[in-house]
C-alpha cells in the first residue's frame, strides 16, 4: 500500500467511525451498550491524526470537496440510520468494524509504518496504535458475549451482523478497485 493508498483508506473509515461514535454518544447511558464503549475502540481521533500528517493542517476544507466512496456512504448511513437508538444494531456494526481493525491491527500498523518511513503509532499510522489489540479484543468480545439480549434482540443482532459484514466487504471492494485506479509513484 502506497501513503496515498493509506490516505484513501483513512478517510474512508473516518465516516463510518464517525457514524459509530456518534451512536456511542446517543448509547452512552443504555445500560446494555455503556458497558461496552471502550476507550481504545474510539478511533475518529487517530484517524483525524493520520489524515492531518497526509494532507496537512487544512485537510477538513480539501476533503469537504471530495465525497467519499458510494460503499462508504451506505456503510455509514445504515449506521447512523439504525445504530443510535438500538443497542443490537450498535454492537453489530462495532463487532464487524472494531473486531476486524483490531485483529489487523499489528500486521498493518507495522507495514504501514514502513511504507510511510514512520515509527509505529506515529502520525500517518495513528489509527493501528492500539494499546494491546489482544486483550482490547477479548475484552470487548467478553464484555458483548455477556450483555442480557432479549430474544428478538439476539435475532436483530444476528440479522445486524449480516449486513454489517456485507457493507464491510462491499466498502472494501470499492477501496480495492479504487486503489488500482490510483496513480503509481
Known amino acids: 500500500m502506497t501513503p496515498?493508498?493509506?490516505?484513501?483508506?483513512?478517510?474512508?473509515?473516518?465516516?463510518?467511525?464517525?457514524?459509530?461514535?456518534?451512536?456511542a454518544v446517543a448509547l452512552a447511558g443504555d445500560p446494555q451498550v455503556g458497558p461496552l464503549l471502550l476507550a481504545g475502540l474510539r478511533r475518529r481521533t487517530a484517524l483525524l491524526t493520520d489524515l492531518e500528517h497526509f494532507h496537512g493542517p487544512h485537510w477538513r476544507s480539501e476533503l469537504?470537496?471530495?465525497?467519499p466512496l458510494p460503499a462508504t456512504r451506505?456503510?455509514?448511513?445504515?449506521?447512523?440510520?439504525?445504530?443510535?437508538?438500538?443497542?443490537?444494531?450498535?454492537?453489530a456494526h462495532a463487532l464487524v468494524r472494531c473486531l476486524a481493525d483490531l485483529s489487523a491491527a499489528e500486521h498493518a500498523g507495522r507495514q504501514a509504518a514502513e511504507i510511510l518511513g514512520v515509527e509505529r503509532g506515529a502520525p500517518g499510522v495513528a489509527f493501528y496504535?492500539?494499546?494491546?489489540p489482544d486483550a482490547l479484543r477479548a475484552q470487548f468480545q467478553r464484555l458483548?458475549?455477556?450483555v442480557p439480549w432479549t430474544e428478538v434482540q439476539r435475532r436483530d443482532l444476528r440479522d445486524e451482523l449480516r449486513v454489517a459484514r456485507r457493507l464491510?466487504?462491499?466498502?472494501?471492494?470499492?477501496?480495492?478497485?479504487?486503489?488500482?485506479?490510483m496513480p503509481t509513484a
Do not use: K, M
Open 168 to 181: 464491510s466487504r462491499e466498502q472494501d471492494a470499492e477501496l480495492s478497485r479504487a486503489r488500482r485506479r
Open 74 to 91: 451506505r456503510y455509514a448511513e445504515r449506521i447512523r440510520a439504525v445504530a443510535p437508538a438500538s443497542p443490537e444494531h450498535y454492537v
Open 129 to 132: 496504535a492500539y494499546d494491546g
Open 64 to 67: 469537504e470537496y471530495t465525497r
Open 4 to 23: 496515498a493508498e493509506y490516505a484513501l483508506h483513512a478517510r474512508e473509515l473516518l465516516d463510518v467511525y464517525t457514524a459509530l461514535e456518534d451512536a
Open 144 to 146: 458483548v458475549d455477556a
